[in-house]
């Protein structure tokens, strides 16, 4: 595992707190609308250039980044836990900041990467499949890794990697269930093409009529505004 201090700098201006047309008048502004808690401190409405905060979630440590906030000409380590991106652009419309503290443990996703050429891929045919790619640690700020390897050379069929594979050392408390599996080597699935005589058949077979399905789908609410607080993102506690 890798871990990566980002050397990132996010300056804070503080704002109205308003309603939305409020926040449209930032975003005119070519800024976006923010919060910065934590720390014992009052919650304070901000404005952020958003492409600083782009540099940050694209950086190689992502939203666990650790960079340098400064608000009012007070500097403190803050951390992205929210943000919201406009459905059809892309862009960004608002993002929630936490200051933190070096000393207390915090509670993060990292994303798993498989290194290697899994036996099973290289000898009996089969494909590699990850099914987790992010688990859930506990450890001090500055330890934070960007991202956990997980050798998969010895990997052969009937034979699961879990959480518990992953390496372990005494910086970092996982906290996802260490019997979840992460990666196993599966068989290709071959496709069987159809022959003249078995489409010839198909065609002249009677067709089912079609079921339909009575009953009200789940749907958002009409008319209904999403609130812009609203993240796409819960916070990793």
Same mark, same amino acid.
């Given at each position: 595992?890798?871990?990566?201090?980002?050397?990132?700098?996010? =300056?804070?201006?503080?704002?109205?707190? &308003?309603?939305?047309? !409020?926040?449209? #008048?930032?975003?005119?502004?070519?800024?976006? @609308? %923010?919060?910065?808690?934590?720390?014992?401190?009052?919650?304070?409405?901000?404005?952020?250039?958003?492409?600083?905060?782009?540099?940050?979630?694209?950086?190689?440590?992502?939203?666990?980044?650790?960079?340098?906030?400064?608000?009012?000409?007070?500097?403190?380590?803050?951390?992205?836990?929210?943000?919201?991106?406009?459905?059809?652009?892309?862009?960004?419309?608002?993002?929630?900041?936490?200051?933190?503290?070096?000393?207390?443990?915090?509670?993060?996703?990292?994303?798993?990467?498989?290194?290697?050429?899994? =036996?099973?891929?290289?000898?009996?045919? &089969?494909?590699?499949? !990850?099914?987790? #790619?992010?688990?859930?640690?506990?450890?001090? @700020? %500055?330890?934070?890794?960007?991202?956990?390897?997980?050798?998969?050379?010895?990997?052969?069929?009937?034979?699961?990697?879990?959480?518990?594979?992953?390496?372990?050392?005494?910086?970092?408390?996982?906290?996802?269930?260490?019997?979840?599996?992460?990666?196993?080597?599966?068989?290709?699935?071959?496709?069987?093409?159809?022959?003249?005589?078995?489409?010839?058949?198909?065609?002249?077979?009677?067709?089912?009529?079609?079921?339909?399905?009575?009953?009200?789908?789940?749907?958002?609410?009409?008319?209904?505004?999403?609130?812009?607080?609203?993240?796409?993102?819960?916070?990793?506690?």
């Amino acid at each position: 595992m890798a871990t990566v201090m980002e050397q990132n700098i996010l =300056e804070a201006h503080p704002r109205e707190s &308003g309603n939305k047309n !409020q926040a449209r #008048r930032v975003r005119r502004d070519g800024k976006i @609308p %923010g919060v910065v808690y934590g720390a014992n401190k009052q919650s304070t409405p901000v404005s952020v250039d958003p492409r600083q905060v782009l540099r940050i979630l694209h950086s190689e440590t992502g939203y666990n980044t650790i960079f340098d906030l400064t608000l009012d000409g007070e500097h403190s380590k803050a951390m992205i836990v929210d943000w919201q991106y406009e459905p059809i652009k892309g862009s960004l419309l608002h993002i929630d900041l936490k200051r933190i503290a070096m000393d207390r443990s915090l509670r993060v996703s990292v994303p798993i990467q498989l290194q290697g050429v899994a =036996e099973g891929v290289k000898t009996q045919g &089969g494909i590699l499949e !990850q099914m987790l #790619r992010e688990v859930e640690i506990e450890c001090l @700020p %500055g330890d934070i890794p960007s991202h956990i390897d997980l050798d998969v050379t010895s990997l052969v069929f009937g034979k699961v990697l879990r959480v518990s594979d992953l390496p372990h050392n005494e910086k970092i408390k996982f906290l996802s269930d260490e019997n979840q599996p992460v990666a196993h080597v599966t068989s290709v699935k071959e496709e069987v093409a159809a022959t003249p005589e078995a489409a010839a058949e198909a065609a002249a077979a009677p067709a089912e009529p079609e079921v339909i399905k009575k009953g009200k789908q789940e749907t958002e609410e009409e008319g209904a505004e999403a609130p812009a607080e609203k993240s796409e993102k819960k916070e990793k506690k």
